[in-house]
């Protein structure tokens, strides 16, 4: 028989696809290496969410053909590994883009009308010091700059439509036209700080994106620039955001993902105001959760049973794989 291992939560419209293949679950809920390579042996493949997956214990899985990831992140996986030994790698590829936009319009407008302030004013019987708090601001008409234009960033620049806004794009990795296309405008990393009013990040983590914003960047931006990250902690130098924002180089901030998480108790990012945090739930709501979790198990079911309906823009490794 089939077995599947599922390392945390997985949606039971998802699970119900694979009992409907009859295969054999494996549900793991310690995650100590120990327990993962004495567990893991036998299964042909595994659903995970953010346990990490290193060499030494892929190297104990004898029969393993592929790994399922629920979200599209991978860095929890040792995918050269997996290369090496033609394992498949899977992510939802098509699930939760539109929940991550929707978190970034949610931060981009708590942030510029001041939702927390506000909220608090009428709360402790301030109603009348509205007119002496900072003037909040607009979407309309403004410069949204996405930073990475692939399925977040392109889901982003549709929902930033409605706002009537001008849409720049940094992406040096696609063709102009997939940017145009969308009618936005292509745009260089240097020149779009400079003019954005509404930054969003939607980059991978990697050499070229660690601190891509710190003090030197901010200092370019405009003052009244508020600035969103929904992609992965440490694209921002987090010591030089607390100075931007205290110093009031930029108007305010977003952040759902951070250098070290969960973040320590006693972080300075807690203590600034011009800050919303959320704990890397962008792609956490419920309808999202269900999606992912079906996606994840079909890529399984249909990897398995190399069915037509798998989606091959799921597989990160197809080359590896020689899948086309
Ligand atoms: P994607 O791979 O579809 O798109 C990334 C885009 O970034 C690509 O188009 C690529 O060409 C571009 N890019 C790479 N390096 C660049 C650079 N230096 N400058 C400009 N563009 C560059 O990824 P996605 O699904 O849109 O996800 C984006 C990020 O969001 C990832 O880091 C992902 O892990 C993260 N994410 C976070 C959550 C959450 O819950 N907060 C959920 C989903 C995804």
Redesign the pocket.
Same mark, same amino acid.
């Given at each position: 028989m089939i077995k599947i291992a599922t390392l945390g939560n997985i949606h039971d419209e998802g699970l119900k696809i694979l009992r409907e293949s009859n295969y054999e679950i494996v549900d793991i809920s310690d995650f100590s290496i120990g327990n993962l390579k004495k567990c893991l042996t036998e299964v042909d493949a595994i659903a995970i969410r953010t346990t990490k997956l290193t060499r030494d214990i892929l190297e104990t899985c004898n029969s393993l053909k592929v790994v399922s990831r629920h979200?599209?992140?991978f !860095?929890n996986v040792d995918l050269d590994y997996l290369n090496q030994n033609k394992i498949a790698l899977a992510i939802t590829?098509s699930s @939760? #883009?539109m929940?991550?936009s929707e978190?970034v319009i949610t931060m981009f407008l708590n942030l510029c009308k001041q939702s927390k302030l506000a909220d608090q004013l009428v709360r402790e019987g301030n109603f009348r010091e509205r007119n002496f708090m900072k003037e909040t601001l607009e979407i309309y008409k403004k410069n949204i700059l996405i /930073? *990475?234009? *692939? &399925?977040?960033?392109k889901e982003l620049a549709k929902r930033c439509k409605g706002f009537e806004s001008q849409i720049y794009v940094? !992406?040096?990795?696609?063709k102009s036209k997939e940017i145009t296309d969308l009618k936005c405008i292509p745009v260089s990393?240097s020149k779009g700080i400079k003019i954005a009013d509404f930054i969003s990040i939607? +980059?991978? /983590? @990697?050499k070229?994106?660690e601190y /891509?914003f710190s003090k030197k960047e901010f200092i370019q931006m405009k003052k009244n620039c508020i600035l969103v990250n929904?992609? &992965?902690g440490g694209i921002i130098k987090e010591d030089d955001l607390i100075w931007a924002l205290n110093n009031q180089i930029i108007h305010s901030a977003g952040l !759902?993902?951070f250098e070290k998480e969960p973040p320590e108790i006693n972080n300075p990012l807690f203590k600034i105001k011009n800050l919303i945090l959320s704990p890397? @739930? #962008? #792609? +956490?709501t419920s309808e999202c959760k269900k999606r992912m979790g079906v996606e994840t198990c079909n890529n399984i079911v249909n990897f398995l049973e190399k069915k037509p309906e798998l989606n091959l823009y799921n597989i990160i490794n197809k080359n590896k794989l020689n899948l086309s």
């Open positions: 979200g599209v992140g !860095d590829g @939760n #883009a929940t991550v978190h /930073l *990475g234009f *692939g &399925r977040i960033g940094c !992406d040096p990795y696609i990393f939607h +980059l991978p /983590l @990697n070229e994106t /891509l929904t992609s &992965r !759902d993902v890397h @739930n #962008a #792609a +956490l």
